[in-house]
């Protein structure tokens, strides 16, 4: 008697073997293997406000977590467990007979997404090879831009950009600023220089100076012309893996150093500015490599 195979049984086995032939791949290419948990990072970050999206069709490289099914799967949604057959194989036949699926449920989060229903859609559709997908989407509004390229050791760092974010105000303040600090504790020290310009304000005028005045004038007076001044420079093409904030940060600590003392006039900051632009084509000389 002829044995028939299943298309699904075939396609699921398919995708299967390809998650242990990925997941050795990516240990090689020390690419990301695993889809993130949506409540991890939903906790790390300062959600702004909740808004429904509607129906869309999303590019399924930008879906990068899931909810509840983010260790049943590799991060490009193909089964790492026998327990997900069953499910898996129903949506394949469903595909494969063209019946209609209903749009994946998704949450999206800056530029990545993570699923609250339908990753077994997500893994069929992946396999076939399609670029998008269908999806009823709920925005959570978050300062902190996300790339699908986020891994679970990124977090840390994330939750500090989005303190940072939340306790200057500085996306509402100043729309469409990067700030982007590559090391633990920079954040901190920004929040140390925000702390002394206002020091500094309040000192001049003889009067208290707002929060939110002492962010847009360390952002307008400070922070923005050493950047520019970085980005005259070299800078950038030798540090490809620095941040701007990375650069600023490292001028305004041997900027200090360089000058021979702390800080105690406001005035320093205009010497410190007028030196980095002084030695905007030499900079590079001047970072550590």
Known sequence: MLHFENPADTDFDAARRRALVEALLDRLRRTPRDLLPFAEVRARLVVRG??????????????VG??????????RFRPRTTRTAGRWKQVSRARAQQLELPPVQLYQLSGIYFVTDGNHRISVARLAGQADIRAHVTELVVDVPLTPNLVAADLIRLEEQADFFAWTKLAQLRPGCDIAVSALGGYLELIRHINWQRACLSAVRGTPVSSEEAVGDWYDTVYLPLVTAIRASAARRHLPDRTETDLYLWVMEHGASRLGH???????????????ASMRTRLPAYLPR
Do not use: E, K, M, N
């Open 66 to 75: 899931s909810q509840g099914r983010y260790r049943d799967f590799d991060r």
């Open 262 to 276: 702390l800080p105690r006039h406001p005035r320093w900051l205009a010497r410190t500015w007028r030196w980095v």
């Open 50 to 63: 909740q808004y429904d999206r509607g129906i869309r069709d999303v590019p399924l490289a930008a879906i």
